[in-house]
Each structure stands twice: as C-alpha cells, then as structure tokens.
C-alpha cells in the first residue's frame, strides 16, 4: 500500500459531518440501536469502539441505507445517504470485507464500482496502486488472503476520491506494515478535511489512529469526544475531609469514588474540582488527572454500561 | 445514478467470472445432442421420419422451452449469488434507489439470457442442418423458419434469465432460486393444466413452442395462443417474481 499523499486525498473538500440523530433499530424484539446520537467531525478521524454486537455495523449499516431506522436517522453533510446525488464521490464504505465474488479478479471487481461512477480505467490502476494489489489486481479475489481483502474494500472505498469515509474494521487481517499504511493513509485524508469514522476493536491502533471516539455498548452512547479528553477524565484528590469534599463534588454533578482516602472524580476538571475545595476551605494534599490507556478506558465504559442495563 | 452507468455495471459483472462459459457449454452439449438425434437417431420403425419435413425439423430446432429453463437458472445464479457473495452491498451503496439497481440487473440478465438464448438456438440450428444434409432428407428449414426459431430463442431466454433472476433476488440462495425456477417451469405449469385444461395454452413450454412457429396439434393440443398473446403472456411469467424483486429489495435490510 502506497502511502497517502500522491493519490487519493480529498482534494479540498467542503467539512461533511456526519450526524447521526437518535438512531433506534429493532430486530424482533431485540433493541440493536437504542436512541444513538453522535457526531463524526470533518478533518478528524473518528474511532466508533464498542464490544462485539455492540451495534456498531448495524449503525454504519443505517447510516449507508443499506439497513432502515425505527427511530431517528443519520446524515452526512445534512443529507441523508440515499438523497446524496452520487454517493460514492461523497462517501467511501467498507461495511463487508469480504463481499466479493471469488471468481472474478481485483481489477475487475473496481472496474464494476468505475462503471457505476462514471470512472475510467485509470483511475482503477491509480487506486490498486495506492492499496498495495497492483501486483495481484487480475487474480480471482478467491485466491487472496483477508488482509488482500480488506485492501480491496479499502480501494473500493476510496475509487470515487470520497471526503467522507465509513469504514468497519478496515485493519482486519492487515500485517503491521498494512495497518501502518492504512492509517498514514486515513491521517492524510483527515489532515486534508475528510471526515472519517472507523470502526475498530483494535484499541492500540485506534489510539494511534483516532482524534475522537465514540464508544457504544448494548446499542447506546456510552462515552464520546476528543480521544486525549477522554483519557484524562478522572481526576484524583487526596485532602484534609474527603468525605465533605465528596459530597461537595457530588453536589456539583460529580461522580465520586472513594478508595480509602482518595477520591476519584468523574465529570469535573481539576480546575473545577480545586476551586470547589479551596471554597470550602479543605486542604489539597495531592490533586491530579488520571490518565489511562484506551484500553483500561474502554473496559470501564463498557462494564458500567454493562452493570447499568442489569 | 445513471441507468446506463449501472447496467454497464451489471453487464460486466455477468461477463467477468466464468459462469456465461459454463452456460455456454450446456449450450453447446444440447445442440450437439441434436444433432446426434438427426445423424444416428431413428423412430421405433427404424425409418427417419421425425426429420422428414421442413416442420418436423424446425420443432426439433425449437430452442425456445430450453432456452427458458437454461436461462432460467443462469438469471437464479447471477441474481442470487449477488447477495451470496455479498456484492450487492456494493451496488447499492452507489444506488441506494435500489430500484433502480435492481431494474439495471434485471436488464442486464434478460441481455444476457437473450444473448444465450440466441447462442444456444444458433448452436442447435448449426448442430441440426449438419446433421441433416447427411441424411436422405437434407436440411428443409427456410431461413425464415431458422430466423423465427432464433428469435424466439432470444425472447424465450431474456424471459427466463428475468424469471430467474427475479426468484434469485427474493431468495437470494442459489440453490432455492434454482429450485424455483425448475418448480415455475417444470412443476407448476403441468400442475396449473391438470387442475384446468384450458391453462394449456399459456404455461410457459407451450408458449414458448408457439414463438417458436411450430404447431401445438401434434402434442394434441385443442388451442394454441396467437403469437401476440403468447409475448404478452410470457412476459407476466416474468414479471410477477421481478416485481416481487423489486419489493423485497426495497423492503429488506441488506445482510
């Protein structure tokens, strides 16, 4: 895979947000998406974490159209996908890595996607190039391996030259090389002002990756915003009366936690939590954000989720 | 979206993999058992009468019903493993009107199943009037008669592929789109005759042999469609699994 730059960066793109407002999807009685909101920001790669069945697909599904909303809706740009005039110039989409016919060749697999653009073969070289399978482009994709897969998914995702990307797992079966590649590539495209949301369960790289993330359990919004506000949530505060202070900072819509003589604090910076004790008059002995890994993050998100449900 | 970019589409989807050859093939294995029929088959009195007039050559040639069931399942195929392999997400991720993507599929199999159907009545003509000059009768078909049995072969073929692939798209299985077809073409219609007998004339082998220019009284058939009807006719057979493609298509989530 040709790193990003030289071909397939958005070329100015206006910012297209994507929105996604409320989103309810039932299957039977399963509720698979419950009241979802979230924003995907232009110029920003977007991480959408979430444990498995955790509704991430099934968001992109409505998102692209291809699966319809009980509730609520998404909109790219403010449109919804299926009013955008040419919706593969405006969004490239991966949701299937492996949706391909076995007998027929790469090449001919992006030559189908050109024909519906309106694009020429050249086009198709340019792209098989950028995603590495310029080599490989006229073998049948049953012979490919996953990761030659999933650069195929990503070039079809990336034929029309889109400024929005929504892409579900796009380093699945890639080699550390690929995913190296993948998010020089995804950075670019972000850095140009595209917009990219990028489903993941790999946490490490999506902390390389992403700017924001937004993180689902169980269908529902669990925790959103820029990745490095995220890891520093929790504030923790050792002081003269923890237990006054406590309740202070619940008072000001904190959640505390007390762990002997420490507190952890949720919802309030340490600004905010210092001055509610200075006005108190509680001494300060140590007060510091906690910053954690992606990982230790996302496992707490998705356990209080969890617990809250039951 | 373009309805001509997305039958481009369509069209080079059927042509890139290696099914159209595998069809091809059966094609040319039935024309070739024709011919074997007129160069060494005999009737129960050993003599060749089945090929001693210009009408008796030209049912042989009748490639219309076959060219309904081939087709057929070669529209089962390629509507079906569509959502098999799961390249219709790709599809309508550039057509999210999936009624427009699925009117361009169905476009692009009946091209493709008139373009068999075509194939496979000229293979059989050519297997047919070869065998034929070898024996005492010679080739007695007119070129309008040859000509009236490769269009109806043509027409006969994009009905099947549409039949097909209508029931490919609804059950989006191989395997059951397959079995549909044979039980549109092959089980029903017999059954539809033994519950009224005036049905006879409009099950989908008879209209076919009507397109085809060859008369239904030999079979013993007391009514036959004029050829008017019988196009009319044909194309509800296709129609009816095609709009129920297109309904399901637009009401379903794609998986």
New interface residues.
């Given amino acids: 895979m040709v790193v990003a730059g030289a071909v397939g960066t958005p070329s100015g793109p206006p910012p297209i947000p994507i929105e996604v407002d409320g989103l309810t999807k039932r299957y039977g009685s399963h509720l698979a998406l419950d009241d979802l909101s979230f924003v995907a920001r232009a110029g920003r790669v977007t991480g959408f974490l979430g444990p498995n069945g955790s509704g991430k697909t099934t968001t992109m599904k409505v998102m692209l159209d291809l699966a319809s909303a009980d509730g609520g809706g998404a909109t790219i740009g403010g449109t919804r996908y299926r009013d955008l005039p040419d919706p593969t110039s405006v969004v490239g989409a991966l949701v299937e890595s492996n949706a391909f016919h076995p007998g027929r060749s790469g090449r001919n697999q992006l030559r189908i996607l050109a024909d519906v653009d309106g694009l020429d073969a050249e086009r198709v070289d340019e792209v098989l190039e950028t995603v590495g399978l310029g080599g490989a482009a006229d073998r049948p994709v049953g012979g490919y391996s996953l990761g030659m897969r999933q650069r195929l998914g990503l070039g079809c995702a990336l034929l029309g030259d889109p400024p929005v990307l929504i892409l579900d797992e796009p380093a699945n079966g890639l080699d550390p090389k690929g995913i190296r590649e993948m998010r020089d590539l995804l950075r670019a495209r972000a850095a140009a002002g595209g917009t990219t949301l990028v489903s993941s369960h790999l946490l490490a790289e999506v902390e390389l990756l992403a700017d924001d993330v937004v993180v689902v359990d169980r269908g529902r919004l669990v925790a959103e915003g820029a990745l490095d506000d995220l890891r520093t949530e929790t504030v923790a505060v050792r002081c003269s009366d923890p237990s006054r202070l406590a309740s202070i900072l619940e008072g000001a819509g904190a959640n505390v936690n007390r762990d002997g003589g420490e507190l952890s604090v949720q919802g309030l910076s340490e600004e905010e939590t210092g001055r509610l004790a200075f006005d108190a008059g509680i001494v300060i002995h140590r007060l510091h954000a906690e910053s954690g890994t992606l990982e230790e993050r996302f496992l707490r998100w998705t356990a209080t989720a969890g617990e809250a449900s039951r | 979206?373009?309805p001509l970019?997305?039958f481009?589409?369509e069209i080079?989807?059927l042509t890139?993999?290696?099914?159209p050859l595998a069809f091809l093939a059966v094609l040319a294995g039935v024309g070739a058992i024709n011919a074997s029929l007129v160069r060494w088959g005999t009737d129960f009195d050993g003599s060749k009468a089945f090929i001693s007039t210009g009408a008796d050559q030209q049912s042989l040639m009748a490639f219309g019903q076959n060219a309904l069931l081939i087709c057929g399942l070669f529209g089962a195929v390629a509507g079906a493993?569509e959502h098999t392999?799961?390249?219709a997400?790709?599809?309508?991720?550039?057509?999210?009107?999936r009624a427009r993507a699925v009117a361009a599929q169905l476009a692009a199999v009946a091209a493709g199943g008139a373009v068999l159907g075509t194939a496979g009545a000229l293979l059989t003509a050519i297997g047919v009037s070869g065998a034929a000059v070898t024996t005492e009768f010679g080739f007695l078909v007119s070129a309008g008669g040859v000509l009236r049995v490769v269009v109806a072969a043509a027409f006969c073929g994009a009905i099947g592929a549409v039949l097909g692939a209508g029931l490919g798209v609804v059950v989006r299985n191989a395997g059951g789109a397959v079995t549909g077809v044979v039980l549109a073409l092959m089980v029903v219609p017999p059954l539809l005759v033994q519950l009224s007998a005036d049905a006879a004339p409009w099950v989908p082998s008879a209209l076919a042999t009507t397109l085809s220019g060859i008369t239904l009284e030999a079979a013993g058939a007391e009514r036959q469609a004029g050829v008017g009807a019988a196009l009319a006719v044909l194309v509800l057979w296709a129609v009816v699994p095609s709009v129920a493609a297109f309904v399901a298509t637009d009401r379903r989530?794609?998986v």
Avoid at chain 2, 89 to 97: K, N, V
């Fill in positions: 979206m373009s970019r997305l481009r589409a080079r989807k890139t993999t290696r099914m493993r392999y799961g390249t997400i790709w599809t309508f991720l550039a057509s999210p009107r989530d794609v």
